[in-house]
T-cell receptor
Framework: EAGVVQSPRYKIIEKKQPVAFWCNPI?????LYWYRQNLGQGPELLIR????????DSQLPKDRFSAERLKGVDSTLKIQPAELGDSAVYLC?????????????????FGPGTRLTVT | GQNIDQPTEMTATEGAIVQINCTYQ??????LFWYQQHAGEAPTFLSY??LDGLEEKGRFSSFLSRSKGYSYLLLKELQMKDSASYLC?????????WGAGTKLIIKP
């Protein structure tokens, strides 16, 4: 079974330029997550989708970040314009359904990430 | 507020045993995960605890005490390939809260 696929793996851009990341989750996983991870820190959730609906985007900097998950499968995350502080690894993860209150949340499967460097 | 604490770094010897602690304060609790992350790679799932006690899985075991807000990951018979960061994550009522991770260095 194929894992979570992300592209590109690496991206170097100048500040104020736009950038987009793409993610294809594991087949059958209807929950998709975008995380940002800085060196020496844990992942920081940016947005969580249940199918095509963004159900948690409270940590997404909406002035410059946007995301979409058309048809509830693939997803893209965009930054426009990028800032120096956006340099990080952007991780996509997927899991089976995330049900609030259910005692057995499902483990998340992560893609390899996109390492973004903003110069 | 919500908080997860782990030691930043630990060092252990190949073949030995190491215990990585995690303490948490969250508004709710619906389980605790441990993930392993090798340098430059994505996190991979290791274990899940929701009830008090020890869960054993090969060389790795994870323990949970809900009353103390405490968990540990126990790694036995350490191998060089166990050099990685170990992330503790707690699910409260709505979200998964991640710790900063513990970098484990294995020496020969």
């Amino acid at each position: 079974e194929a894992g979570v696929v992300q592209s590109p793996r690496y991206k170097i851009i100048e500040k104020k330029q736009p950038v987009a990341f793409w993610c294809n989750p594991i087949s059958g996983h209807n929950t998709l997550y975008w995380y940002r991870q800085n060196l020496g820190q844990g992942p920081e959730l940016l947005i969580r989708y249940e199918n095509e609906e963004a159900v948690d985007d409270s940590q997404l900097p909406k002035d410059r970040f946007s995301a979409e998950r058309l048809k509830g499968v693939d997803s893209t995350l965009k930054i426009q314009p990028a800032e120096l502080g956006d340099s990080a690894v952007y991780l996509c993860a997927s899991s089976h359904g995330w049900l609030a209150g259910i005692s057995r949340p499902y483990e998340q499967y992560f893609g390899p990430g996109t390492r973004l460097t903003v110069t | 507020g919500q908080n997860i604490d782990q030691p930043t770094e630990m060092t252990a010897t190949e073949g030995a045993i190491v215990q990585i602690n995690c303490t948490y304060q969250t508004s709710g609790f619906n389980g605790l995960f441990w993930y392993q992350q090798h340098a430059g790679e994505a996190p991979t799932f290791l274990s899940y605890n929701v009830l008090d006690g020890l869960e054993e899985k090969g060389r790795f075991s994870s323990f949970l005490s809900r009353s103390k807000g405490y968990s540990y990951l126990l790694l036995k018979e350490l191998q060089m390939k166990d050099s990685a960061s170990y992330l503790c994550a707690v699910k409260d009522n709505y979200q998964l809260i991640w710790g900063a991770g513990t970098k484990l260095i294995i020496k020969p």
